[in-house]
Protein backbone atom coordinates (compact mmCIF):
# COMPACT_ATOMS: atom_id res chain seq x y z
CA UNK A 1 0.00 0.00 0.00
CA UNK A 2 1.15 2.91 -0.72
CA UNK A 3 1.96 5.48 1.98
CA UNK A 4 0.64 8.47 2.79
CA UNK A 5 2.55 11.66 3.04
CA UNK A 6 1.63 15.25 4.47
CA UNK A 7 2.23 18.08 2.24
CA UNK A 8 5.36 20.69 3.18
CA UNK A 9 5.00 23.92 1.80
CA UNK A 10 8.74 25.06 1.80
CA UNK A 11 10.20 26.37 -1.63
CA UNK A 12 14.01 25.07 -0.41
CA UNK A 13 16.00 23.53 2.74
CA UNK A 14 18.72 25.22 4.84
CA UNK A 15 20.35 22.80 6.95
CA UNK A 16 22.55 24.44 9.93
CA UNK A 17 25.46 21.56 12.01
CA UNK A 18 25.40 21.37 15.92
CA UNK A 19 26.91 24.70 17.09
CA UNK A 20 25.61 27.17 14.44
CA UNK A 21 24.11 30.22 15.07
CA UNK A 22 20.90 30.12 13.55
CA UNK A 23 19.13 33.17 12.50
CA UNK A 24 15.65 33.22 14.55
CA UNK A 25 12.12 33.43 12.71
CA UNK A 26 11.22 37.35 12.69
CA UNK A 27 7.50 37.10 11.12
CA UNK A 28 5.40 34.79 13.31
CA UNK A 29 1.84 33.80 13.65
CA UNK A 30 -0.06 35.46 16.54
CA UNK A 31 -3.23 35.62 18.21
CA UNK A 32 -5.86 37.62 19.68
CA UNK A 33 -7.52 34.64 21.87
CA UNK A 34 -10.37 36.82 23.35
CA UNK A 35 -11.95 37.23 20.15
CA UNK A 36 -11.70 33.57 18.51
CA UNK A 37 -15.21 32.05 18.56
CA UNK A 38 -14.03 28.41 17.78
CA UNK A 39 -15.37 28.76 14.08
CA UNK A 40 -12.14 26.77 13.46
CA UNK A 41 -12.44 27.82 9.50
CA UNK A 42 -8.37 27.95 10.49
CA UNK A 43 -7.93 24.39 11.04
CA UNK A 44 -10.11 23.81 7.81
CA UNK A 45 -7.29 26.08 5.75
CA UNK A 46 -4.73 24.66 7.29
CA UNK A 47 -5.95 20.82 6.93
CA UNK A 48 -6.78 21.19 2.96
CA UNK A 49 -3.42 22.74 2.10
CA UNK A 50 -1.58 19.93 4.25
CA UNK A 51 -3.23 16.90 3.46
CA UNK A 52 -2.20 14.26 1.24
CA UNK A 53 -4.89 14.52 -1.09
CA UNK A 54 -6.24 17.96 -0.47
CA UNK A 55 -9.73 17.04 1.17
CA UNK A 56 -10.73 18.27 4.70
CA UNK A 57 -9.82 16.37 7.65
CA UNK A 58 -8.76 18.38 11.02
CA UNK A 59 -6.24 15.70 11.93
CA UNK A 60 -3.70 17.18 9.14
CA UNK A 61 -4.18 20.67 10.89
CA UNK A 62 -0.98 21.99 12.33
CA UNK A 63 -3.26 24.85 14.01
CA UNK A 64 -5.82 23.57 16.75
CA UNK A 65 -8.59 25.66 18.66
CA UNK A 66 -9.59 24.41 21.85
CA UNK A 67 -12.03 25.30 24.46
CA UNK A 68 -10.44 26.86 27.68
CA UNK A 69 -12.70 28.80 30.24
CA UNK A 70 -10.01 29.73 32.25
CA UNK A 71 -7.46 32.06 31.51
CA UNK A 72 -4.79 32.04 34.14
CA UNK A 73 -6.60 32.59 37.22
CA UNK A 74 -9.68 34.15 35.62
CA UNK A 75 -12.55 31.94 34.68
CA UNK A 76 -15.52 33.75 32.29
CA UNK A 77 -18.33 33.80 33.46
CA UNK A 78 -20.31 32.27 30.58
CA UNK A 79 -17.61 29.51 30.42
CA UNK A 80 -16.64 30.61 26.81
CA UNK A 81 -13.29 30.77 25.53
CA UNK A 82 -10.63 29.54 23.69
CA UNK A 83 -7.39 28.67 23.28
CA UNK A 84 -5.37 29.33 19.97
CA UNK A 85 -2.45 26.58 19.78
CA UNK A 86 -0.33 27.64 17.30
CA UNK A 87 3.47 27.70 16.96
CA UNK A 88 5.72 30.38 18.66
CA UNK A 89 8.61 29.35 16.63
CA UNK A 90 10.87 29.69 19.49
CA UNK A 91 14.53 30.78 19.34
CA UNK A 92 16.38 29.05 16.84
CA UNK A 93 17.18 26.17 17.58
CA UNK A 94 13.81 25.46 19.37
CA UNK A 95 13.30 22.76 21.87
CA UNK A 96 11.78 20.37 19.57
CA UNK A 97 14.76 20.45 17.14
CA UNK A 98 17.05 20.33 20.14
CA UNK A 99 15.87 17.08 21.69
CA UNK A 100 15.37 14.98 18.41
CA UNK A 101 17.96 12.17 18.01
CA UNK A 102 18.15 12.34 13.78
CA UNK A 103 18.78 15.43 13.31
CA UNK A 104 15.76 15.50 11.16
CA UNK A 105 14.67 19.40 11.27
CA UNK A 106 16.11 22.00 8.59
CA UNK A 107 14.86 25.52 8.54
CA UNK A 108 12.77 27.37 5.57
CA UNK A 109 15.06 29.84 3.73
CA UNK A 110 12.34 32.16 3.27
CA UNK A 111 10.70 32.05 6.94
CA UNK A 112 13.62 30.39 8.71
CA UNK A 113 10.70 28.32 10.03
CA UNK A 114 11.98 24.95 11.65
CA UNK A 115 10.64 21.84 9.88
CA UNK A 116 10.69 18.13 9.78
CA UNK A 117 12.10 16.35 7.40
CA UNK A 118 10.10 13.21 7.44
CA UNK A 119 12.68 11.26 5.13
CA UNK A 120 15.07 11.29 8.47
CA UNK A 121 12.33 11.42 11.26
CA UNK A 122 12.18 8.04 13.41
CA UNK A 123 8.62 8.93 15.07
CA UNK A 124 10.11 9.15 18.24
CA UNK A 125 7.74 11.33 19.45
CA UNK A 126 10.21 13.10 21.45
CA UNK A 127 9.62 16.56 20.04
CA UNK A 128 5.91 16.33 21.13
CA UNK A 129 6.33 16.71 25.05
CA UNK A 130 9.66 18.55 24.46
CA UNK A 131 7.12 21.36 22.84
CA UNK A 132 6.46 24.01 25.66
CA UNK A 133 3.56 24.92 23.76
CA UNK A 134 1.84 21.53 23.08
CA UNK A 135 1.71 22.68 19.49
CA UNK A 136 3.85 19.53 17.92
CA UNK A 137 1.15 17.39 16.60
CA UNK A 138 0.96 13.63 15.38
CA UNK A 139 -0.97 12.77 11.74
CA UNK A 140 -3.49 10.02 11.17
CA UNK A 141 -0.06 8.22 9.55
CA UNK A 142 1.67 8.83 12.61
CA UNK A 143 4.17 11.66 10.86
CA UNK A 144 4.72 14.58 12.93
CA UNK A 145 3.17 17.90 12.30
CA UNK A 146 4.93 21.12 13.00
CA UNK A 147 3.74 24.52 11.16
CA UNK A 148 5.36 25.42 8.32
CA UNK A 149 4.24 29.47 7.95
CA UNK A 150 2.77 27.63 4.84
CA UNK A 151 6.03 28.66 3.65
CA UNK A 152 5.45 32.53 4.36
CA UNK A 153 1.77 32.94 3.44
CA UNK A 154 -0.32 31.15 6.22
CA UNK A 155 -3.21 29.61 4.80
CA UNK A 156 -4.86 30.31 8.62
CA UNK A 157 -4.69 34.31 8.64
CA UNK A 158 -6.25 34.64 5.33
CA UNK A 159 -9.36 32.40 6.19
CA UNK A 160 -9.57 33.82 9.51
CA UNK A 161 -13.39 34.25 9.36
CA UNK A 162 -13.12 37.53 11.62
CA UNK A 163 -10.94 39.37 9.31
CA UNK A 164 -12.31 43.28 8.92
CA UNK A 165 -12.24 42.41 4.58
CA UNK A 166 -14.21 39.60 5.04
CA UNK A 167 -17.34 41.15 7.16
CA UNK A 168 -20.26 43.43 5.62
CA UNK A 169 -19.45 46.54 5.22
CA UNK A 170 -20.78 48.17 8.11
CA UNK A 171 -20.37 46.73 11.24
CA UNK A 172 -22.17 48.83 14.66
CA UNK A 173 -18.72 47.88 16.30
CA UNK A 174 -14.87 47.83 16.19
CA UNK A 175 -13.76 44.39 14.98
CA UNK A 176 -10.59 43.16 15.14
CA UNK A 177 -8.83 39.92 13.52
CA UNK A 178 -7.92 36.67 15.24
CA UNK A 179 -5.32 35.58 13.57
CA UNK A 180 -2.09 37.66 12.48
CA UNK A 181 1.18 37.50 10.26
CA UNK A 182 3.33 40.07 11.63
CA UNK A 183 6.85 40.36 13.37
CA UNK A 184 6.20 41.39 17.06
CA UNK A 185 7.29 45.35 16.36
CA UNK A 186 4.52 45.48 13.85
CA UNK A 187 1.77 43.33 15.74
CA UNK A 188 2.11 45.39 18.90
CA UNK A 189 1.44 48.58 16.75
CA UNK A 190 -1.50 46.50 15.53
CA UNK A 191 -2.97 46.64 19.00
CA UNK A 192 -2.02 50.02 20.12
CA UNK A 193 -4.37 50.87 16.67
CA UNK A 194 -8.25 51.61 17.42
CA UNK A 195 -10.41 49.16 15.49
CA UNK A 196 -12.58 49.79 12.96
CA UNK A 197 -15.75 51.39 13.03
CA UNK A 198 -18.27 49.29 10.53
CA UNK A 199 -22.08 50.90 9.76
CA UNK A 200 -23.80 47.37 8.94
CA UNK A 201 -27.27 47.77 7.69
CA UNK A 202 -28.93 44.96 9.27
CA UNK A 203 -32.24 43.11 7.07
CA UNK A 204 -34.80 44.89 9.26
CA UNK A 205 -33.57 48.13 8.05
CA UNK A 206 -32.34 47.18 4.25
CA UNK A 207 -36.27 46.31 4.17
CA UNK A 208 -37.19 49.93 5.64
CA UNK A 209 -35.26 51.58 3.41
CA UNK A 210 -36.31 49.39 0.19
CA UNK A 211 -33.17 48.20 -0.24
CA UNK A 212 -34.48 44.35 -0.57
CA UNK A 213 -37.87 43.04 -0.82
CA UNK A 214 -39.93 41.15 2.17
CA UNK A 215 -40.12 38.67 0.02
CA UNK A 216 -36.52 38.31 -0.35
Known amino acids: MQEVRQ ?3 VTGKQWFTH ?3 IPNVATKLFALQNL ?4 KVCEVACSLIHSPDGTLNPAWSRIKIEHLP ?3 TRLSKDGFGFDVAICHHCANPPPCAEVCPTDAFYYDPKTLAAIIDQSKCIQCMECV ?3 PFDTVFVAPSGELLKCDLCGGDPACVKACSTRPEKLNAGKQYPRFPVLFYE ?3 AYSAILRRPAEDRQEVGLG ?3 LAGKISTAA
Open 7 to 9: KEL
Open 19 to 21: GDD
Open 183 to 185: TKG
Open 129 to 131: PAC
Open 70 to 72: QVG
Open 205 to 207: DAM
Open 36 to 39: CTDC
